[in-house]
């Protein structure tokens, strides 16, 4: 059973669906021993980091989530749930994170550009993925590849052997990450057609 963690704050219903569709049973829950007892959790997040990590502190998800992660089973955290798992975050002040994974989300630099044009922040929409390592949750899926992206701010891992693949967009940032049973993206495979429906896939075959 696959857990999707309700905490008020992200896209539950459209994480679910998507692993409606490819088949995968998942559930939305709102209730720790629940996610205890899954054989895989998902941690999907929208909204600023400092209030997605005050609702987690107060629903009592992160002791759990802590203990699962550490205990190897396969976890997915999405778009600022994957941002959670860093050390601190800069939006809105600084704010400490799960600190699962050593580093620091950073915000966009202001006036970035390409070829002249000028890019707004937040990222909205398609852009492409370049490999660094290769996660089994990520198989079938070829360099290049477009995914869907909502952000202003993105992670900076202490240790580069973590970043799974990365993304241009006026600077290269790391789009998602891979760390023993640790999948993690910056963008939503669940908005990501039929790329990010490959890796729902993946993650819930997971072994």
């Known amino acids: 059973m696959i857990a999707i963690i309700d905490y008020?704050?992200?896209?539950?219903r459209s994480v679910q669906?998507?692993?409606e569709k490819i088949g995968a049973e998942a559930v939305v829950t709102s209730d720790p021993l629940v996610i205890l007892k899954?054989?895989?959790?998902?941690l999907p997040g929208v909204g600023a980091f400092r209030d997605c990590m005050r609702n987690l502190e107060q629903a009592g998800f992160v002791e759990p989530l802590l203990?699962?992660?550490?205990?190897?089973?396969?976890?997915l955290g999405i778009c600022v749930g994957m941002q959670l798992l860093f050390?601190?975050?800069?939006?809105?002040g600084l704010y400490s994170g799960l600190n699962v994974i050593p580093g620091h989300v950073l915000r966009f630099p202001d006036n970035m550009s390409i070829s002249g044009e000028r890019?707004?922040?937040?990222?909205?929409?398609?852009?492409?993925?370049?490999?660094?390592?290769?996660?089994?949750?990520?198989?079938?899926v070829v360099e290049s590849s477009n995914v869907y992206f909502v952000h202003s701010y993105y992670v900076k891992p202490d240790d580069d052997a973590v970043v799974a693949t990365t993304t241009d967009y006026?600077?290269?940032?790391?789009?998602?990450?891979?760390?023993?049973?640790i999948i993690a993206t910056q963008f939503h495979p669940e908005k990501s057609q039929e790329i990010g429906l490959r890796i729902l896939k993946n993650f819930a075959e997971l072994k």
């Open 8 to 12: 008020g704050m992200g896209n539950l």
């Open 17 to 19: 669906k998507g692993f």
């Open 38 to 42: 899954a054989d895989r959790v998902v």
């Open 67 to 75: 203990k699962i992660i550490a205990g190897g089973r396969p976890f």
């Open 87 to 92: 050390t601190d975050s800069v939006e809105f």
């Open 119 to 140: 890019l707004p922040v937040p990222q909205m929409g398609w852009n492409q993925l370049s490999f660094k390592s290769r996660p089994a949750a990520f198989e079938g």
């Open 170 to 181: 006026g600077i290269e940032f790391c789009s998602s990450i891979w760390k023993d049973n």
